[in-house]
């Protein structure tokens, strides 16, 4: 079975810190995919990120950026110099191929303050 | 570019009623997900279809049923609602014939139980 762990329930930051959100899985599939989403306040779920289990680079856009760790199975998402703007809950989400189901960790609520 | 559309958008009921929601995948997608997030959750698979045959079920109550019509859209049928069903139900929509497992979110619909 699929299951997805997010620890950290919540983390509160002061505008410009830097934060990392932890996310660590597990599945017997040896091809995956991992995704984060951002659910601000309004509801919608904001897509960030869809990284292959084949593809251990990491990345980075803007200020944004994610680590891959097979070896550890997790999938960390760091936000540089935080802004009031990020505060929302995060989720990271499994799937197998074959365009399966999404399994979700239970977020992190992140919030930021001025 | 057009987007999953989700109607209604919000929807009141009272406990033992009925309730449909309905999802409009993006043009061209043949598969169409459903997911139900209840207050503090996260996202939890419900159903999905392909090409308006279901290809996967979660853990859908049999209260609920779903379906996708010829026109690639799915309603979510709901029945004798509890007040446990108040939630966001998310649609997602994919194209089999593009990039593997890329979901794509409706913005949702609150239906509240009362």
């Known amino acids: 079975a699929q299951k997805v762990t997010q620890a950290q329930t919540e983390i509160s930051v002061v505008e410009k810190e830097d934060v990392t959100l932890d996310c660590v899985y597990e599945?017997?599939?040896?091809?995956?995919?991992l995704f984060w989403y951002k659910q601000p306040p309004s509801g919608e779920l904001v897509f960030l990120i869809r990284?292959?289990?084949?593809?251990?680079q990491n990345e980075i856009s803007g200020r944004y950026s994610w680590n891959f760790q097979k070896s550890t199975s997790s999938f960390n998402f760091t936000i540089t110099a935080s802004q009031v703007v990020d505060s929302a809950v995060y989720f990271c989400?499994?799937?197998?191929?074959?365009?399966?189901?999404?399994?979700f960790g239970t977020g992190t609520r992140l919030l930021v303050s001025p | 570019a057009a987007g999953v559309i989700q109607s209604p958008r919000h929807l009141i009921k009272e406990k033992r009623e009925t309730a449909t929601l309905k999802c409009y995948p993006i043009?061209?997608?043949?598969?169409v997900y459903w997911y139900q997030q209840g207050p503090g959750q996260d996202p939890q698979f419900l159903i999905s279809?392909?090409?308006?045959?279901?290809?996967d079920k979660g853990s859908i109550p049999d209260r609920f049923s779903a379906q996708q019509f010829s026109d690639y859209h799915s309603e979510l049928n709901m029945s004798s609602l509890e007040l446990g069903d108040s939630a966001l139900y998310f649609c997602?929509?994919?194209?089999?014939?593009?990039?593997?497992?890329?979901?794509?979110f409706g913005p949702g619909t609150r239906l509240t139980v009362l």
């Open positions: 997602a929509s994919s194209f089999r014939g593009g990039t593997d497992n890329e979901q794509f």
């Open positions: 599945t017997r599939d040896t091809t995956y995919y």
């Open positions: 990284r292959n289990s084949f593809d251990e």
């Open positions: 989400a499994l799937s197998g191929t074959g365009f399966q189901k999404l399994v």
């Open positions: 043009p061209r997608h043949d598969t």
């Open positions: 279809f392909y090409e308006k045959m279901q290809s």
